[in-house]
């Protein structure tokens, strides 16, 4: 096959990338493969471009493409290539990559409904300049026929303008009464109905006074609060389908002929299924030969890899990292636990959504008090005035007066006036209703690795050894991607210490690296096998010849602000409480280091959403702050919840609140801001409230027009806003 073409450099990419494109699909008729990799350690456009171009330089790979808010990349290549063939030349760039289902995600996912609601507010704003020019044509004195000259061609331009631009609020008032219910789009559309319908019929009468421009200066303030509304949280994809799409799409399975590549779909109970080293679990079984060790730390959160020999059960999602296995499946597909994972964060999201917020609440009391006012008005001057015209206009005036404009922003405005100040704090609101539930929490509870930590091990006793062990562990440490021996690296290179020349380097799975140094034996590993003894902390053992063995301690380094943000938020009032899947003692030092009293050790994903579930049924208002996938089911269960921007996808999808930076001493920040916001939210609706006492007997003794209704209700609106700029 041809080399892929690339275009070069040009200041219209356009203009080459079309024409190339063009070639490509005339010489290459085949379809292209397309592979999606997670990369959740990516965090800035310099990691893009790094990605983008060690992914361009693979002669079979035609584009790829980072998206830095999902952190995935996608990769259009040649139709032989397989992830397994990319994922390694992403790890050689330094980043971490994770296969994912194309087929159970939208990586080009687009946000529709906040482009309709866009493009509907543009109609209403346009047409209600043009008729609000004509309107001030009729106030400065157009009388008889040139006034309904204007007036007719006001209803040209609102009547489509209306049908277009309040079609969100007809749609869901239609839902409403066709469940034979109340919402607040049924006053807002009835206002908006009866405005342009007396309009019409003042018109036709040739009357004096038409309410076009207060029908359409009425959508486009409601449209406003509704963009807002829409724009305070992102449009997120469920985390039970990221969660499905984290499940490994393929599977190499082994049978009496050999080693066959199948979709996971047609694995059954009983196949034996070979993993690769760098590859994750596609089912639960057994180990059945092979020895290596596991990275678990996206399902149980646990630090360090675990030795994994025949006989010992493996899980979905598992990660092996130093040896081939070969695994007897126990459960495939639906029945996995990363599957079973997955089914509790949608049970839990489920059970989130039920929370009603405080504009919904408002509207369950207000919409039919609005009906009852306006019909009461309507009947009441028809059988005072014996005018029908007269009493439609007051109905109408009524409910325009009474339309839940400054009650439809009173939390729009507000909401998006704390996701600005919250955002340059560092921190991303997701759901609409994030900063309310986030206003009511009196419990924290923090996952230990990756959220309280970095979830990498640092060194903390390197100044114990003799030069010549250093170099001789370096060089050990080198040949293996364990991560105790990247970490020993890493502290080593930065003491300035070169690797010794050691011959034959051979790294055992599950066990450790070995090497001949002068003559003797030289081993880098686990306890045992090196000859070490147990110890309280993580340690990694060194043994030259036939000396004694020697330990390297490692500790899980904090992560910026952890200290701060748990203080804090003590001195705050509100609970802390530490749940990992980690050791006890790894647990217990870390709760004992930032002062936190209560905490769980080895708890598992399910154990994390039980034990919120517990504090909920407790009466409790729980936020998990939380990154991995075993903590997806505890974010959804949680009354509120953050995930750091380093976090698995799942986590971050599950979450209401993204920690963008790299701290955690924002987050009290949040739950005051959330506060404030809250106090925001009530004091507008007290000014919506007190704006009704005022001017609803005022149209309802009739003297107020549709028109003076439209701008008392837009002077409502404003006042709304200005107070929700004081979070600002």
Not at 274 to 289: A, C, L, Y
Not at 373 to 401: C, H, K, P, T
Not at 508 to 523: K, Y
Request: one cysteine or more.
């Amino acid at each position: 096959m041809t080399a892929t073409l690339r275009p070069s450099p040009s200041a219209c990419p356009a203009c080459v990338a079309a024409p190339a494109a063009q070639a490509l699909a005339e010489q290459d008729p085949v379809k292209e493969a397309h592979i999606v990799l997670s990369l959740p350690t990516i965090h800035c456009a310099a990691c893009m471009a790094s990605v983008e171009r060690a992914l361009g330089a693979v002669p079979a790979v035609r584009s790829a493409r980072v998206n830095l808010t999902l952190k995935r990349v996608s990769i259009e290549a040649d139709p032989d290539l397989t992830a397994a063939d990319v994922i390694p030349v992403v790890e050689g760039a330094g980043y971490e990559a994770h296969e994912l289902d194309s087929t159970a995600i939208s990586a080009t996912a687009t946000d529709k409904a906040g482009r309709e609601l866009l493009m509907r507010l543009a109609v209403a704003g346009f047409a209600a300049m043009n008729v609000m020019l004509l309107s001030i044509a009729v106030w400065s004195g157009a009388e008889g026929p040139t006034r309904d000259l204007f007036h007719w061609i006001s209803a040209a331009i609102v009547l489509p303008a209306v049908a277009f631009s309040g079609m969100p609020f007809f749609r869901n008032a239609w839902m409403a009464l066709s469940a034979r219910s109340l919402n607040m789009d049924v006053p807002i559309s009835l206002a908006i109905l009866l405005a342009v319908g007396t309009s019409l019929w003042e018109t036709s009468l040739s009357g004096e006074h038409a309410y076009f421009d207060a029908a359409i200066a009425l959508t486009f303030f409601l449209l406003t609060g509704r963009y807002l509304d829409h724009r305070t949280r992102s449009v997120a994809r469920s985390a039970a389908e990221e969660l499905a799409a984290l499940e490994v799409p393929r599977a190499w399975r082994v049978t009496d002929e050999g080693e066959t590549q199948v979709s996971v779909a047609d694995l059954a109970v009983g196949d034996l299924v070979r993993v690769r080293p760098g590859g994750r679990m596609p089912v639960d079984g057994e180990i059945i030969s092979g020895t290596s060790e596991l990275d678990r730390s996206l399902l149980t959160g646990e630090t360090l890899p675990v030795f994994a020999e025949p006989g010992r059960s493996v899980s979905a999602g598992e990660v092996n990292l130093t040896g081939p296995l070969v695994i007897r499946a126990s459960a495939v597909g639906r029945d996995t636990s990363l599957h079973r994972m997955a089914d509790l964060v949608a049970i839990a999201e489920s059970g989130r959504s039920r929370y009603t917020s405080l504009a919904d609440r408002a509207a369950k009391l207000y919409a039919p008090g609005v009906h009852i006012l306006s019909a009461l008005a309507f009947l009441g001057w028809l059988a005072y005035a014996g005018d029908l015209r007269v009493a439609l206009n007051i109905a109408a005036a009524v409910l325009i007066i009474t339309c839940p404009c400054a009650l439809g922003l009173a939390v729009p405005a507000v909401t998006t006036a704390a996701s600005g100040r919250l955002f340059r704090r560092g921190l991303l609101i997701k759901h609409a209703t994030a900063l309310e539930r986030l206003a009511q929490v009196d419990t924290v509870v923090f996952d230990k690795t990756g959220t309280l930590t970095a979830g990498t091990p640092e060194l903390t006793n390197l100044g114990d050894f003799t030069r010549r062990d250093l170099e001789i562990a370096l060089a050990l440490a080198e040949g293996s991607s364990h991560p105790l021996s990247q970490s020993l690296t890493a502290a080593a290179r930065e003491a300035g210490i070169k690797p010794a020349e050691i011959a034959n380097i051979t790294e055992i799975p599950g066990h450790g690296t070995t090497g001949q140094w002068r003559g003797q034996e030289v081993r880098l590993g686990r306890t045992t096998w090196v000859g070490g003894s147990q110890t309280e902390m993580t340690a990694a053992w060194l043994r030259v010849g036939d000396g004694p063995a020697q330990a390297f301690l490692f500790t899980d380094r904090l992560r910026d602000g952890a200290q701060e943000a748990v203080s804090a938020l003590h001195d705050a009032g509100l609970k802390v409480i530490l749940i990992s899947g980690d050791t006890t003692p790894a647990v217990e030092a870390l709760a004992n280091r930032l002062g936190i009293q209560h905490w769980m050790a080895e708890a598992l994903p399910q154990d994390k959403s039980t034990r919120i579930e517990m504090l909920s049924r407790e009466g409790a208002h729980v936020l998990m702050v939380g990154d991995g996938l075993n903590d997806t089911a505890a974010l959804a269960a949680a009354h509120a919840s953050i995930s750091p921007a380093s976090a698995l996808d799942a986590a971050r999808v599950a979450s209401d609140i993204v920690l963008l930076g790299g701290s955690l001493a924002p987050i009290p920040e949040a739950v005051r801001t959330a506060q404030k916001a809250t106090k925001r939210i009530r004091e507008n609706f007290s000014i919506a409230t007190w704006y009704n006492i005022i001017a609803v007997p005022l149209a309802v003794a009739g003297l107020c027009s549709p028109l003076i209704a439209a701008l008392a209700m837009s002077t409502s609106s404003i006042t709304v806003s200005l107070n929700a700029l004081r979070l600002r």
